[in-house]
């Protein structure tokens, strides 16, 4: 069965500092895709970023940036130097390659204080 | 500017009442996509088409149901049989191609409510 962790339910973090948020996933299929989305204050899900299983190698685009590790079935976000707007709650996901529907973890929420 | 559009952004339902909740994207996607998000909660997946005329129930169908008429329009009808039915509600849409599970593009919303 897939499923994913989101650990950290709320987290607070004073403007300037790193933070990571944790996703831990569970699968059992070889082929499959991960994703995280941001959901800002107004509602609608913001879509960052999407890898899949065989490509390991992080990614950095502007402040964000995500650490895949198989061998441990975590894919991490971090954003350096945060900022007041990245406030949001921030969701992990996993799709299977088998059909498109996406799983998503609970989400944490991400306060960014000034 | 394409996107998917949410009507009406706040609902509120009397008892014993059907509400229907309206998604149109101009995005040409073939999938769309209806989850329900409740406090605290990921989202869960409702029902889901992949294609027009036809559709699928997700992991919480019960007390739902949706038509696939248009491939622009996916509408969500919340039954009386749906007892809980406070919630956030989310479409989405996405390109369908198996095996490579392209992201899905959200729309702004629809909270629902009971008087």
């Known amino acids: 069965a897939q499923k994913v962790t989101q650990a950290q339910t709320e987290i607070s973090v004073v403007e300037k500092e790193d933070v990571t948020l944790d996703c831990v996933y569970e699968t059992r299929d070889t082929t499959y895709y991960l994703f995280w989305y941001k959901q800002p204050p107004s509602g609608e899900l913001v879509f960052l970023i999407r890898?899949?299983?065989?490509?390991?190698q992080n990614e950095i685009s502007g402040r964000y940036s995500w650490n895949f590790q198989k061998s441990t079935s975590s894919f991490n976000f971090t954003i350096t130097a945060s900022q007041v707007v990245d406030s949001a709650v921030y969701f992990c996901a996993l799709s299977e390659a088998r059909d498109d529907k996406i799983i998503f973890g609970k989400g944490t929420r991400l306060h960014i204080l000034p | 500017d394409g996107g998917i559009t949410q009507s009406p952004k706040y609902l509120f339902r009397k008892e014993g009442q059907n509400v229907t909740l309206s998604c149109e994207q101009n995005l040409n996607h073939d999938a769309m996509y209806w989850y329900r998000q409740d406090p605290g909660q990921g989202l869960r997946l409702i029902y889901y088409?992949?294609?027009?005329?036809?559709?699928q129930k997700g992991d919480i169908a019960e007390g739902y149901s949706v038509s696939r008429e248009k491939k622009e329009s996916f509408p969500l009808t919340v039954t009386s049989a749906q007892k809980n039915p406070t919630a956030f509600y989310l479409c989405a849409s996405s390109i369908p191609e198996v095996g490579l599970n392209q992201p899905q593009h959200f729309g702004d919303g629809t909270r629902l409510s009971i008087l």
């Open positions: 088409s992949q294609i027009v005329n036809d559709f």
């Open positions: 890898r899949n299983s065989f490509d390991e």
